[in-house]
C-alpha cells in the first residue's frame, strides 16, 4: 500500500531517516533520491524548531520587532555609551567623597591630640615656668639649649673651615657619583687625591679629611677607614710634591722706624695705626686680640678695649680676656709695656697720643678711625691695607709682609737680644714651643755659633 504525503510524493518509496544521526548532530541525515542532504521536509523544520539552541531569543526576537534598521542599532548602543559613562563618574565621585572623609577624620584626630597636650602642659605648669618657653615643654627646651652648647664648642673660624670643608667633600662625591656618606677608605682616598690637584700642602689635605671625619662623629655615623692606607697617601703626596710654606717676613725695628718717618702723626688715623704698630710688635700679640673682620663683628670680650690698658706714669698694663689658646676665658694675661725715652718707638707716648687726638669712652675699642663724625674700630682690611701701604712708601716689598709680621718680628728681636725662650713664650701666649718656628735667625746669628765652637776648640787645644 502506497502513502502520500501533502505533496503527492509516495512515502513508502523514499528511504528509511537515519534519526540516530540527527540526534547526534552530525552532517548525516536522510539522502534524497539524488544523494544530497534533505533540507526542505517538514519535518526537518519541525526538528529546528524543537532544538532549543536553534530557537531564537527573545532578545534577539524583540531586536528584530523593534529594530528595524541599523540607525536604530547605533542609537541604542550610544545611551548604553552613555549610561555606562555616568555610572563610572559617579564611581569617581563616590570614591573622591570616602577619600576627602577619611582626610577629614584624620585631621579632626590630630586636632584633638594637639589639645590634650597642651590640657597636658598647663595641668604641669609650663606656662607659669620661668625656665621654659612658653611654646615648648621643658624637654623641648632644654634640647634647644644642648644643641646651642655643642655648637658653641666651635670657634667662628672653625665653623667655617668645616662648613667649607664639607661643601668641598660632598660636590666631590657628586661630581664623581660616589657615596658620601658613610664614607670608605677608597672614597676618602679618592678624595685626598683629588685635593692634591689644587692644594700643595699636605697639612691642608690632613685638615680637610679630619673634617670628613668630624662630619660623620658629629651625625653619629661609624667612620670606619683604614688610618693606614689613608696615611699612605698623604705621605706620598707629600714626597711627590714637596712644599715648602711661605712665611711672612719679620717686621725689625728698623722697619719700624722707616715707617714713623713716612706717617703724619697728626692725623689721628694715622695715629690711630702707629699705635696698634707698636702693641703689635712689642707684645708679640695676634691680630684677633687687636682688630675684627667687619665693623660688625667686633667682640668685646676678644679684642682689646679703652679700659683694658692701664696707665700708670711711664707704664702700661694691657689685659688680654681672650686669645686662641685661651678661648673659654680661663686666664687673664697681662702684658706690660714700658717708655722708651727719646725714641719714636716708645709705645706709651704713642698711646696717649691717640688717645688725645680720638678721645673715646673707656668701653669703647682701643683703636678707632674717624669716619665723618663718628669713630669705627680699625678692623683687619683697613690694618693690611694701611700697613702694606707704608711699608711701600717706606721702599719696602708689601707683598712680603702682613699684619703677622709684628708677631714673628717681635719675637726673633726678643730672642737675638737674648731674652729666655721661655719667657717669648709667655710674652706671646704660645701653648707650646711652636714660638721658635716664628724665629728668623740672620747668617750673623749663625755665624755666631761658628765662633762658640771655635773658642771651644782653641782652648781645649791649649790645655
Given at each position: 500500500m502506497?502513502?502520500s504525503?501533502?505533496?503527492?510524493?509516495?512515502?513508502?518509496k523514499?528511504?528509511?531517516?537515519?534519526?540516530?544521526?540527527m540526534?547526534?548532530?552530525?552532517?548525516?541525515?536522510?539522502?534524497?533520491?539524488?544523494?544530497?542532504?534533505?533540507?526542505?521536509?517538514?519535518?526537518?523544520?519541525?526538528?529546528?524548531?524543537?532544538?532549543?539552541?536553534?530557537?531564537?531569543?527573545?532578545f534577539?526576537?524583540?531586536?528584530?520587532?523593534?529594530?528595524?534598521?541599523?540607525?536604530?542599532?547605533?542609537?541604542?548602543q550610544?545611551?548604553?555609551?552613555?549610561?555606562?559613562?555616568?555610572?563610572?563618574e559617579?564611581?569617581?565621585r563616590?570614591?573622591?567623597?570616602?577619600?576627602?572623609q577619611?582626610?577629614?577624620?584624620?585631621?579632626?584626630?590630630?586636632?584633638?591630640l594637639?589639645?590634650q597636650?597642651e590640657?597636658?602642659?598647663?595641668?604641669?605648669?609650663?606656662?607659669?615656668?620661668p625656665?621654659?618657653?612658653?611654646?615648648?615643654?621643658?624637654?623641648?627646651?632644654l634640647?634647644k639649649?644642648?644643641?646651642?652648647s655643642?655648637?658653641?664648642?666651635?670657634?667662628?673660624?672653625t665653623?667655617?673651615?668645616?662648613?667649607?670643608?664639607?661643601?668641598?667633600?660632598?660636590?666631590?662625591?657628586?661630581?664623581?657619583?660616589?657615596?658620601?656618606?658613610?664614607?670608605?677608605?677608597?672614597?676618602?682616598?679618592?678624595?685626598i687625591?683629588?685635593?692634591?690637584?689644587?692644594?700643595?700642602s699636605?697639612?691642608?689635605?690632613?685638615?680637610?679629611?679630619s673634617?670628613?671625619k668630624?662630619?660623620?662623629?658629629?651625625s653619629?655615623?661609624p667612620?670606619?677607614?683604614?688610618?693606614?692606607?689613608?696615611?699612605?697617601?698623604l705621605r706620598?703626596?707629600s714626597?711627590?710634591?714637596?712644599?715648602?710654606p711661605?712665611?711672612?717676613?719679620?717686621i725689625?725695628?728698623?722697619?719700624?722706624q722707616?715707617?714713623?718717618?713716612?706717617?703724619?702723626l697728626s692725623?689721628?688715623?694715622?695715629?690711630?695705626?702707629?699705635?696698634?704698630?707698636?702693641?703689635?710688635?712689642?707684645l708679640?700679640?695676634?691680630?684677633?686680640?687687636?682688630?675684627a673682620d667687619?665693623?660688625n663683628?667686633?667682640?668685646?670680650?676678644?679684642?682689646?678695649?679703652?679700659?683694658?690698658?692701664?696707665?700708670?706714669g711711664?707704664?702700661?698694663l694691657?689685659?688680654l680676656?681672650w686669645?686662641?689658646?685661651?678661648?673659654?676665658?680661663?686666664?687673664?694675661?697681662?702684658s706690660?709695656?714700658?717708655?722708651?725715652?727719646?725714641?719714636?718707638?716708645?709705645?706709651?707716648?704713642?698711646?696717649?697720643?691717640?688717645?688725645?687726638?680720638?678721645?673715646?669712652?673707656?668701653?669703647?675699642?682701643?683703636?678707632?678711625?674717624?669716619e665723618?663724625?663718628k669713630?669705627?674700630?680699625?678692623?683687619?682690611?683697613?690694618?693690611?691695607?694701611?700697613l702694606?701701604?707704608?711699608?711701600a712708601?717706606?721702599?719696602?716689598?708689601s707683598?712680603?709682609?702682613?699684619s703677622?709680621?709684628?708677631?714673628?718680628?717681635?719675637?726673633?728681636?726678643?730672642?737675638?737680644?737674648?731674652?729666655?725662650?721661655?719667657?717669648i713664650?709667655?710674652?706671646?701666649?704660645w701653648?707650646?714651643?711652636?714660638?721658635?718656628?716664628?724665629?728668623?735667625?740672620?747668617?750673623?746669628?749663625?755665624?755666631?755659633v761658628?765662633?762658640?765652637v771655635?773658642?771651644?776648640?782653641?782652648?781645649?787645644?791649649?790645655?
Amino acid at each position: 500500500m502506497a502513502y502520500s504525503n501533502k505533496s503527492g510524493v509516495e512515502t513508502r518509496k523514499l528511504p528509511p531517516k537515519d534519526y540516530k544521526a540527527m540526534h547526534r548532530g552530525t552532517d548525516e541525515g536522510f539522502e534524497g533520491p539524488s544523494g544530497n542532504v534533505e533540507c526542505g521536509s517538514d519535518d526537518h523544520e519541525a526538528s529546528d524548531r524543537d532544538d532549543p539552541e536553534n530557537r531564537p531569543s527573545q532578545f534577539q526576537a524583540s531586536q528584530r520587532e523593534d529594530s528595524g534598521d541599523d540607525g536604530n542599532n547605533f542609537r541604542l548602543q550610544k545611551a548604553i555609551s552613555a549610561a555606562d559613562e555616568e555610572i563610572r563618574e559617579l564611581k569617581e565621585r563616590l570614591s573622591a567623597a570616602r577619600t576627602t572623609q577619611v582626610l577629614q577624620q584624620k585631621q579632626q584626630k590630630i586636632r584633638g591630640l594637639r589639645k590634650q597636650l597642651e590640657e597636658l602642659d598647663r595641668r604641669e605648669g609650663v606656662k607659669d615656668d620661668p625656665c621654659c618657653n612658653r611654646t615648648g615643654s621643658p624637654l623641648v627646651t632644654l634640647k634647644k639649649d644642648l644643641k646651642e652648647s655643642m655648637k658653641a664648642a666651635f670657634a667662628a673660624g672653625t665653623q667655617q673651615n668645616l662648613q667649607t670643608q664639607w661643601k668641598a667633600y660632598f660636590l666631590f662625591c657628586e661630581a664623581f657619583g660616589l657615596v658620601a656618606i658613610p664614607t670608605c677608605t677608597e672614597v676618602l682616598c679618592l678624595f685626598i687625591q683629588f685635593l692634591s690637584r689644587s692644594m700643595k700642602s699636605s697639612d691642608s689635605i690632613r685638615n680637610y679629611v679630619s673634617g670628613v671625619k668630624s662630619l660623620h662623629l658629629l651625625s653619629d655615623i661609624p667612620f670606619e677607614v683604614r688610618s693606614y692606607e689613608v696615611n699612605l697617601a698623604l705621605r706620598g703626596i707629600s714626597r711627590l710634591n714637596p712644599h715648602l710654606p711661605v712665611q711672612a717676613a719679620p717686621i725689625t725695628p728698623s722697619i719700624l722706624q722707616d715707617i714713623y718717618r713716612i706717617l703724619d702723626l697728626s692725623d689721628p688715623s694715622h695715629a690711630s695705626f702707629w699705635c696698634l704698630f707698636l702693641f703689635a710688635f712689642f707684645l708679640l700679640l695676634r691680630k684677633s686680640n687687636l682688630v675684627a673682620d667687619t665693623v660688625n663683628t667686633f667682640d668685646r670680650t676678644k679684642q682689646l678695649l679703652r679700659q683694658d690698658v692701664y696707665q700708670e706714669g711711664n707704664l702700661l698694663l694691657v689685659v688680654l680676656k681672650w686669645s686662641k689658646t685661651n678661648q673659654f676665658g680661663r686666664r687673664l694675661v697681662r702684658s706690660p709695656l714700658i717708655a722708651i725715652p727719646e725714641s719714636p718707638l716708645c709705645p706709651v707716648k704713642a698711646f696717649k697720643h691717640m688717645c688725645a687726638l680720638l678721645p673715646a669712652p673707656p668701653s669703647s675699642p682701643a683703636f678707632l678711625l674717624p669716619e665723618g663724625k663718628k669713630l669705627r674700630p680699625v678692623t683687619y682690611p683697613k690694618l693690611q691695607s694701611f700697613l702694606r701701604d707704608s711699608l711701600a712708601r717706606a721702599g719696602y716689598n708689601s707683598k712680603l709682609f702682613s699684619s703677622h709680621s709684628f708677631r714673628r718680628g717681635g719675637a726673633s728681636w726678643a730672642f737675638r737680644c737674648q731674652v729666655p725662650g721661655e719667657l717669648i713664650q709667655l710674652q706671646g701666649d704660645w701653648a707650646s714651643d711652636a714660638y721658635k718656628a716664628y724665629l728668623d735667625f740672620s747668617l750673623e746669628d749663625k755665624l755666631a755659633v761658628c765662633r762658640h765652637v771655635r773658642d771651644a776648640i782653641i782652648v781645649n787645644q791649649t790645655r
